[in-house]
């Protein structure tokens, strides 16, 4: 198996039928499986927890019900169908379903990102420009919601057109892309790191950069007022935005900070590697810590409904308590899902081998 395969993005063209390293292969399935588990328990149960307490839900809940619902979509339409890739060794599946499984698991990249980038915007409204979030508090939609699922579901439209199944070797079919030589791979890789990664983190560097600036305003303002006997200074606007704020939305401002770092820590190694697969003819492109680097991204889908219930402070127990609950309709929910990993090796290896 080419080790761009290992990749929701990459193309193997030229690949041909390339005997893969099996016992890589083994630990990639190992740590998808993992992956996949983790992502899907966490998230179902957190979104559950939401769910319940939708009459009451914050402006936050909202956005981290549906970060937690996009990355349901990672787990399940990018992890899951790329550890069914790596059982089998090659794409078991009709043009259509080649077609589609592309384009859903770049949704789940998409929509993970800019329900971030929406959330730290709207975080940077909440301490900078109160009286804006105020006025929007009442409509039914989230706008920025929508938005993020709206570029999302447009953004990976070019996968439908992308990517197909191919005849890679005389016999031999996999779901790949085929580029213009020698730039178009170049272009398409460096397009989805600008779009996905970069223009992403910039404007969410850029909200972050001015909260910290305002929250830091307000406390300087504080402090000569503290010290000043019956001296009143005026605040300026930015800064008496933040006069009253709260400690739960100063938590909420910790807990997106804290988002976006993971966020970058795990999704940072993959785009890197990804250019310098594309843009050096000499990388070690075949080499294990390639592959690895490329399958740990998805731990972002892991780490999100964690960092939240780090930082909640009753979700922890109701979360638990929804677990225990699953768990008592069957019996070991951890259990279950390793069976399931397990006879989907066995079916689709038996399928891989009678091709």
Not at 192 to 220: D, E, G, H, S
Not at 292 to 300: F, G, H, T, V
Not at 316 to 326: A, H, N, S, W
């Amino acid at each position: 198996m080419h080790p761009f395969n290992d990749s929701n993005l990459n193309a193997g063209v030229d690949a041909g039928d390339v005997a893969r390293d099996e016992s890589l292969a083994k630990v990639e399935i190992a740590l998808l499986s993992v992956i996949f588990v983790s992502a899907a328990i966490l998230n179902t149960g957190l979104m559950l927890v939401l769910w319940k307490q939708r009459k009451q839900m914050s402006r936050m809940r909202v956005f981290v019900f549906h970060l937690c619902l996009a990355d349901l979509v990672v787990a399940f339409f990018q992890v899951c169908p790329q550890l069914m890739w790596d059982i089998t060794d090659r794409f078991v599946g009709p043009d259509l379903v080649c077609r589609l499984v592309k384009y859903l698991q770049v949704l789940g990249m998409f929509s993970s990102t800019y329900m971030i980038v929406v959330m730290t915007i709207d975080r940077y409204q909440a301490i900078c420009n109160p009286m804006v979030t105020f006025q929007r508090r009442r409509a039914r939609l989230n706008i920025p919601v929508c938005i993020a699922w709206g570029v999302s579901l447009l953004g990976s439209l070019p996968q439908v057109f992308i990517f197909s199944r191919v005849e890679v070797a005389p016999g031999v079919f996999d779901c790949w892309a085929i580029f213009i030589q020698p730039w178009g791979l170049k272009a398409y890789i460096t397009w989805t790191t600008l779009v996905i990664f970069v223009f992403p983190i910039i404007a969410v560097a850029t909200c972050q950069v001015r909260i910290c600036r305002a929250i830091q305003m307000n406390l300087y303002q504080k402090t000569h007022q503290a010290g000043s006997v019956g001296v009143a200074l005026p605040l300026p606007s930015r800064a008496s935005g933040v006069a009253g704020m709260s400690k739960a939305r100063i938590r909420t401002v910790k807990m997106t900070v804290v988002i976006v770092l993971a966020y970058v820590i795990c999704w940072a190694p993959f785009f890197t590697v990804q250019l310098w697969s594309v843009w050096d003819t000499h990388a070690p492109k075949e080499t294990a810590t390639f592959a690895i680097l490329m399958l740990l991204a998805s731990l972002n889908s892991c780490a999100n409904p964690c960092i939240y219930l780090l930082f909640s402070d009753q979700l922890p127990k109701k979360l638990m308590t929804v677990l225990c609950q699953r768990r008592s309709e069957g019996k070991d929910l951890l259990h279950d899902e390793a069976t399931m990993v397990s006879s989907l090796y066995m079916s689709f290896k038996s399928v891989s081998d009678c091709k």
